[in-house]
Structures are given as structure tokens and as C-alpha cells.
């Protein structure tokens, strides 16, 4: 069984600064993604940047980048210059692929000061 | 761009009633999922489908719940007499298949049980 721990539940930045969200996991599984999902109030989710395990470059996404040490099974999000928008609750997920469900961390509560 | 859709986008109902939340996954995807997220809680697994069968379930996905795909395009979840602690946030998703192991969420159905 695949676990996503999030361990900060609430982040304060302020605007134009930079954050890092962190997560850590565990997995049986050898091949899979993990990514970082964002929902604001709303509570639509929203796919921010994504990582293959086979892959050790670091992905990156315009602000968004990740820090992801696979031996360590961490795997965290850094958002530079932080925006108003970018307000919300991030979730750390683990996909092994097929038939198996996202297993998703707790959530870290965003909050950008102006 | 392709999309998932879902509606109702907020459905009420008595405790005891059935509902049907539907939703239609993006054209060529094979792969069909449901999640569940209490309001201030994790996302949670509920059920992916593939082939016009159930794959997984998680033990949330008791007798009370069915799913199917009763044309080409409809997803449904039903849920057989209804309880208070129904009320959640319930997103349907799909994916093409293949990598990445990306999974498109649709923009949830709140159901709210009285």
C-alpha cells in the first residue's frame, strides 16, 4: 500500500516570496508519478507539475519546481515568486498507474500575504 | 482541450434517498475513476473502471455504492440510501491509459444529505 504524508498543514508566504511545500512517501511499486495537485475554493483540482520516478531531473513548471529524492522518498514543491493566485490547498499524490487510485497526501493549506 | 465533466455540480437529498451523480470522462479515455473528499478531509480512492468493470474498489466502496457505464460517454455513481456522512465532495476522473500515469479530474459534484 502506497502512503502520502504532508506534514505542514497550514504555510504563510508573502507575496513575490518563495515557499516549499514538503512530502514525503512510501510505495511498493518501482514505476510511478508523483505530482502536485492544487485546489482552490473552488475545490476543482488542478494538476501543477508532475514527476516519473524513472526520471532524475527535477521537473519544473515555470514558478513551480520539485525537489524530489527518490532514495529518501521526498518529494516537495518550491513555488518562487509567489502570486495572490496561487492561494490554495496542495496536495502531494502518488499514482501507480492502472487501475489503482491517486493516493493523495492531507493537504497544505496556502496562504499568500499580500 | 478536452475535459471531464460532472453534474450535478451540487446536489441535495434526504438521508435514505438514492442518488445518481453522473459524469462523462474525455473521449478516448479507458480508464474511470471516483473520489471521494469530506469537506476539511483528504481525497480518498473510492472505485476505478475499466473494460466495463469494476478493477479496484477501496473499503469505502461498500454495497451501497454501484457504478456504471450505461452508454459510450455516461460515468454514473450511485449511492443507495443515503446517509449524513454521504456528504462530500465527489469527483469522477479519467485517464487515456499509457504514460503519464495522469489522471483528469472533473470539476466535482458536492452532495449535501439532510
Known amino acids: 500500500a502506497q502512503t502520502v504524508t504532508q506534514s505542514q498543514p497550514e504555510m504563510s508566504v508573502q507575496e513575490a516570496e518563495t515557499v516549499t511545500l514538503s512530502c514525503t512517501y512510501d510505495?511498493?511499486?518501482?514505476?510511478?508519478?508523483l505530482f502536485w495537485y492544487k485546489q482552490p475554493p473552488s475545490r476543482q483540482m488542478i494538476l501543477v507539475i508532475r514527476?516519473?520516478?524513472?526520471?532524475?531531473q527535477n521537473a519544473t513548471e515555470n514558478r513551480f519546481s520539485v525537489n524530489f529524492q527518490k532514495a529518501a522518498k521526498s518529494f516537495s514543491l518550491k513555488i518562487s515568486d509567489s502570486q495572490l493566485g496561487d492561494a490554495a490547498m496542495y496536495f502531494c499524490?502518488?499514482?501507480?498507474?492502472?487501475?489503482?487510485?491517486?493516493?493523495f497526501g492531507k493537504g497544505t493549506h496556502l496562504i499568500i500575504q499580500p | 482541450e478536452p475535459e471531464v465533466t460532472q453534474t450535478p455540480s451540487h446536489q441535495v437529498t434526504q438521508m435514505g434517498q438514492e442518488v445518481i451523480l453522473r459524469c462523462v470522462p474525455i473521449?478516448?479515455?479507458?480508464?474511470f475513476y471516483w473520489y471521494r473528499q469530506i469537506l476539511g478531509q483528504k481525497v480518498e480512492f473510492l472505485v476505478s473502471?475499466?473494460?466495463?468493470?469494476?478493477?479496484?474498489k477501496s473499503e469505502i466502496f461498500d454495497d451501497q455504492f454501484s457504478v456504471e457505464r450505461p452508454d459510450g460517454s455516461n460515468f454514473t455513481l450511485k449511492i443507495r440510501s443515503t446517509k449524513l456522512e454521504d456528504s462530500a465532495m465527489y469527483f469522477c476522473?479519467?485517464?487515456?491509459?499509457?504514460?503519464?500515469?495522469?489522471?483528469?479530474f472533473g470539476p466535482g459534484t458536492r452532495l449535501t444529505v439532510t
Open positions: 473502471f475499466y473494460n466495463n468493470e469494476i478493477s479496484e
Open positions: 473521449s478516448n479515455h479507458l480508464y
Open positions: 476522473a479519467s485517464w487515456a491509459g499509457g504514460r503519464p500515469y495522469e489522471q483528469y
Open positions: 514527476q516519473e520516478a524513472y526520471k532524475q
Open positions: 510505495t511498493s511499486e518501482s514505476d510511478y508519478y
Open positions: 499524490v502518488h499514482s501507480g498507474g492502472g487501475a489503482d487510485g491517486l493516493t
